[in-house]
């Protein structure tokens, strides 16, 4: 059975630092899925991870994903205020999504 | 096109009552996922179905929860004789197909609240 875990769980950062959000899984995943939720609101589709090595990029974020040691990363760079949300990551295992606990991120100016 | 989109947003009820939310996906998405989302936790998946039948249900924590989807497009969830503890959102996906390559759009959710 699929387990998915992230940490930090709660991550609290100033503006124009770079800091990681680790996701570990427990078994293989076909691929892997980086979304983000903010307050209220339903998930919003980050990335896709396809395959061992993959890297994604997308304004501040990177996501990257290495297989064999099932773990995936998603990198912020010089944090703004708006990247303030939970992110989670999800694996794909026995048909259906498998979430990991998210990640809090709160920005300070 | 439209999103998916549940109503209503926000369900109160007391314990032991009867609730029903519903699931309106994506125009011609034949995947239709249900998952619920506690406090400050990850949602866990309930129960999907490929088309009218539920193919999975193996989330579906007892059998006070029930979903439908007869025409193989709206859903309702519905669980009998809430409790505190059903207290959650849940949220409706829908993907054009099931299976890992097909990306599922979540709705807003509906928040549901047993007092």
């Known amino acids: 059975e699929l387990k998915v875990e992230q940490n930090p769980l709660f991550l609290s950062m100033q503006e124009g630092k770079n800091y990681t959000i680790y996701c570990n899984y427990s078994?293989?995943?076909?691929?892997l899925y980086w979304y983000r939720q903010d307050p209220g609101k339903s998930l919003e589709s980050l990335f896709v991870?396809?395959?061992?090595?993959a890297v994604k990029q997308e304004g501040r974020l990177m996501a990257s994903l290495d297989t064999k040691a099932r773990l995936s990363t998603l990198h912020i760079t010089a944090a703004v205020h708006d990247l303030s949300a939970t992110y989670f990551c999800?694996?794909?295992?026995?048909?259906?999504?498998?979430f990991g606990q998210g990640t809090r991120l709160t920005i300070n100016p | 096109g439209a999103g998916v989109s549940q109503t209503p947003s926000n369900k109160v009820t007391e314990k032991g009552k009867y609730v029903e939310l519903r699931c309106d996906p994506i125009s011609g998405h034949t995947a239709l996922y249900w998952y619920r989302q506690s406090l400050g936790q990850g949602p866990e998946f309930l129960i999907y179905f490929q088309g009218t039948g539920a193919a999975d249900d193996s989330g579906l924590p007892n059998d006070r929860f029930f979903a439908v989807r007869p025409e193989g497009s709206v859903s309702t969830l519905k669980i009998q004789r809430t409790e505190r503890g059903d207290s959650a959102v849940y949220l409706c996906a829908s993907s054009l197909g099931a299976g890992a390559y097909n990306e599922q759009f979540f709705g807003p959710g509906t928040r549901l609240t047993v007092l």
């Open positions: 999800a694996g794909w295992g026995a048909q259906k999504l498998v």
């Open positions: 991870l396809l395959s061992n090595g």
């Open positions: 078994t293989t995943s076909d691929r």
